[in-house]
């Protein structure tokens, strides 16, 4: 075949085709406006890539083989194994198969409802641990094997940056770029001014607070998203810049994958909120949601939870009895004046007490000082010293609030705060908790990570572990990202007594070497116990992972909050939901009243803007988690320059008493776009009777089997698709009708970002800054900014375009192999 005809006809995957002096298979042909990208993989035994643009290069189409290779019949299965290695049904995950990653079929269903159904917008609201960051790195990868100019970017919290960068590079084998303010920055030096930073194709890692800021913002907004994934999407509140920023971003992807493990159930507006990232107004477009449990997936790693009551001293048991009356005095005159500033300090009181008495001594004093000060010039500290990527972690002592008046007599409450402060005071000479923990990490012998709340209870408890010889680790909201990472990988590497506030509660992988957790108090809000726990009780973890929580005896803790850890654990070890539609207001409640903690609801995620996976899903998962693993086995079994190249047609001849006489033939049947590319392959078995005599039959001859084999193989491409139409049956009407309607969501979420570039309405970076504070560049920019939107309208077209010549597709016949049975002796 010439090279006009090889252009006309365009190259499909799996072809052989010769260009620049080699032979190459084709692995996707990319068709533009004006001209055709063809990714090509070296055969032949050079194991290279190629990229080209035709018509600039030509490539030249091999013709099949029109000759058998006779061989045994035990060599002929096993090339038979190795030629159908390139067949990938329909919504298959072929990229899958090449990540060392262990292939467990529910993490597939998000991709897979993705490649398969066309879905734009998907929210993974898996249980903690179960591999929430692979899924998410599964549609990246089949994303960019797709498209090899893939545009994606992954938006999580800054102390978790540097950890999806290490799992998609070394699990996957996905090249990021880290996106943070110094990234930005030697791009600013190195490339023109009017270059977008964010335009070039690749992966991108970036935090939930840098694209925040209006100046990173801007030009993000000016580029189109093939995919953007949304980490620990549960801080994108409702209202804030956070949500205001994603949705921005997310609005102008052709796939939205949110991940989040505590999905507001206790807040139906929240969840509601989160389920409409990248959801354009006004319109219905839902979004499916996974949510597995541990019992559900069959990941039930065995987990032993225990409450150890520790009995307070004298001093610390009257501090606990002055701050309880106290705090339920100001709880009810704050109900009754309906004042929420004052039911607040109550709380915020009694958290501090049960965390630890130096603490709430701290808070005490503060407080002292702020009713004091009448004329309001008591300011709390700024935030410095922190990553300008990320905002500072809530783990500090609480100040704001400790001003409001809590009780009608201003002189009575002074007199109640100083009784409680000089028992503090006492208290915090000797901590009974404290001594406990060092009582148990000294018979430990292994790494453990002691969770609180607080950053000043965390850094009392270290210098005591210091001085009692302990190899200590803290990580808090005061470290920047980067010392974040840095303490979690030396604890990882190295073990040693981890203590930690929550800002190490979410995301972080701690159970390379750890299996203990200990709760120094326990958490007000029931979703972050078990946020705490998922740090070592994930997928990976080989031993048996022990949960302890310390507790005040005869305080709320040990009747309110023990209670709720208990059914947390019995829950977890039947497999079942956490009590995340419990809220942490109604914990509040219970513990100032005295009241019971209410029954929670199951969660019910599937609201007017949701909807569940296909009811078929889970089935395909578990076939093609299977396919891959026989993929994965051929593979290894396979001489690598022949699985590089398409194997020639083989044949046998075999005597068999099961098989009927006759010639078989297998046939890869699939289905092509106008473009070439493969969107569905699949052998097919068909056999021919022989008319000639059993003993004419018997002495078929290799020359025989040659010439029939030749004469099947060199027919053309008229006859194979005749061939391919006889073979595909109904069935192929069906991936046909499943192939349309994906393209025909994509060309929705597509006409979706036109109309988000097309629309008049202010971007969502104009509205994080001062009106007309930037005036004076817009006028400049305008220019800029009309030039970056046509050059995303062309694109967009041209996608448009692709989609509509690839809504038929062609049925195409290739043959593979050959067998003569005949009757066996």
């Known amino acids: 075949m010439d090279s006009a005809r090889a252009l006309a006809a365009g190259e499909g995957s799996g072809d052989r085709v010769r260009v620049r002096g080699r032979e190459w298979t084709v692995e996707a042909r990319i068709q533009a406006s004006d001209c055709a990208s063809i990714r090509l993989r070296g055969s032949g035994g050079h194991d290279r890539t190629l990229t080209v643009l035709t018509p600039f290069d030509r490539p030249i189409r091999l013709e099949r083989p029109t000759r058998a290779r006779i061989c045994t019949p035990r060599r002929w299965m096993h090339d038979l194994d190795r030629a ?36 734009s917008r998907v929210l993974i609201a898996d249980g903690v641990g179960l591999g929430k960051t692979i899924q998410a790195g599964l549609v990246l990868l089949e994303l960019v094997r797709r498209n090899e100019v893939c545009r994606a970017i992954v ?79 549960h801080a994108a509140t409702s209202g804030s810049d956070r949500r205001a920023a994603l949705h921005a971003i997310a609005m102008r992807s052709r796939h939205v994958v949110l991940l989040t493990a505590t999905p507001h159930d206790a807040d139906p507006q929240e969840r509601e909120a989160l389920m409409r990232i990248g959801q354009p107004a006004n319109q219905d477009e839902p979004i499916v949601i996974f949510r597995r449990s541990r019992g559900d997936v069959r990941r039930c790693t065995l987990r032993r939870t225990r409450v150890i009551a520790v009995t307070p001293s004298r001093a610390e048991r009257q501090m606990h009895e002055l701050l309880e009356r106290y705090s339920r005095q100001v709880w009810n005159e704050a109900v009754a004046r309906d004042d929420e500033r004052a039911r607040l300090v109550s709380i915020v009181l009694r958290k501090r007490a049960l965390s630890s008495a130096g603490s709430l001594l701290t808070s005490i004093e503060r407080r002292l000082a702020m009713l004091t000060d009448t004329q309001g010039e008591w300011q709390p500290s700024l935030p410095l010293g922190i990553d300008k990527d990320e905002d500072p972690v809530d ?44 009582r148990f990490l000294a018979r430990a012998h292994e790494p453990v990570i002691v969770f609180t709340e607080y950053r000043d209870t965390l850094t009392r408890l270290a210098d005591r572990a210091v001085a009692a010889g302990h190899d200590v680790l803290v990580l808090h909201g005061g470290l920047s990202a980067r010392e974040r990472a840095g303490v979690q990988r030396t604890f990882n590497e190295h073990g040693g007594t981890l203590l930690a506030t929550d800002a190490a509660a979410e995301g972080l992988n701690l159970h390379h070497r750890c299996r203990v957790v200990v709760h120094f108090e326990l958490p007000w809000n029931p979703a972050r116990l078990e946020q705490r726990v998922g740090r070592v009780d994930r997928l990976g973890q080989a031993s048996v992972v022990h949960e302890l929580a310390l ?45 019971p903690l209410p029954q929670p609801d199951e969660p019910a995620l599937l609201q007017s803007a949701a909807v569940p996976p296909p009811t078929d899903l889970a089935g395909f998962a578990v076939a093609e988690a299977a396919r891959l693993e026989r993929h994965r086995c051929l593979t290894s079994r396979s ?92 069935g192929f ?87 003569h049975v005949t009757a066996g002796r």
């Open 84 to 119: 159908l290695l390139p067949l990938h049904p329909f919504g298959s995950l072929p990229a899958a198969a090449g990540a060392p990653i262990r292939l467990l079929s529910y993490q597939l269903e998000p991709a897979m409802v993705i490649a398969r159904d066309g879905v």
């Open 155 to 233: 938006l999580t919290p800054a102390g978790l940056r540097d950890q999806w960068h290490l799992e998609l590079s070394t699990r996957l084998g996905l090249a990021t770029a880290l996106a943070d303010s110094r990234w930005l920055r030697s791009l600013a030096a190195e490339r023109p001014a009017h270059i977008n930073p964010w335009s070039m194709p690749g992966i991108y890692v970036a935090s939930h607070d840098l694209v925040k800021r209006a100046e990173v913002l801007r030009p993000i907004e000016d580029v189109t998203w093939d995919a953007v994934v949304i980490d620990e999407a």
């Open 395 to 438: 783990d500090d002592a609480p100040t704001v609030d400790l001003g409001v008046p809590g009780l009608g007599d201003i002189h009575l409450e002074r007199h109640w705060l100083n009784q409680i402060a000089a028992a503090a005071k006492r208290a915090a000479a000797d901590e009974r908790k404290a001594h406990r923990l060092l």
């Open 551 to 595: 507790v005040a005896a005869h305080t709320a803790e040990r009747l309110v909050l023990a209670p709720l850890a208990f059914r947390l654990a019995a829950a977890g070890a039947a497999g079942g939901r956490t009590l995340s539609a419990l809220s942490a207001s109604s914990v509040a409640t219970a513990v100032m009243t005295g009241e």
């Open 639 to 730: 001489v690598a320059s022949f699985v590089r190249s398409r194997p020639s047609v083989v044949a046998t001849r075999l005597r068999s008493k099961k098989l009927a006489p006759g010639l078989y033939f297998v046939f890869a049947v699939s289905l092509r776009t106008n473009e070439g590319s493969t969107i569905h392959a699949e052998p097919r078995l068909i056999r021919v009777e022989l008319c000639l005599e059993d003993s004419l039959a018997i002495q078929f001859s290799r020359q025989q089997l040659r010439d029939v084999v030749a004469a099947l193989a060199s027919t053309d491409e008229a006859v194979l698709i005749q061939i391919a139409s006889q073979l595909g049956g109904n």
């Open 733 to 819: 009407d069906g991936v046909s009708t499943l192939a349309g309607a994906r393209n025909g969501r994509l060309r929705q979420r597509s006409e979706v970002i036109a109309r988000v570039i097309a629309s008049a309405a202010p971007l969502a970076s104009q509205s994080l800054v001062q009106a007309g504070l930037f005036d004076r560049r817009a006028l400049r920019a305008a220019a800029r900014n009309a030039e970056a939107t046509a050059a995303l309208d062309d694109g967009r077209r041209d996608r448009d375009a692709a989609a509509t010549r690839n809504s038929t597709v062609t049925r195409y016949a290739e043959l593979l192999a050959a067998i």
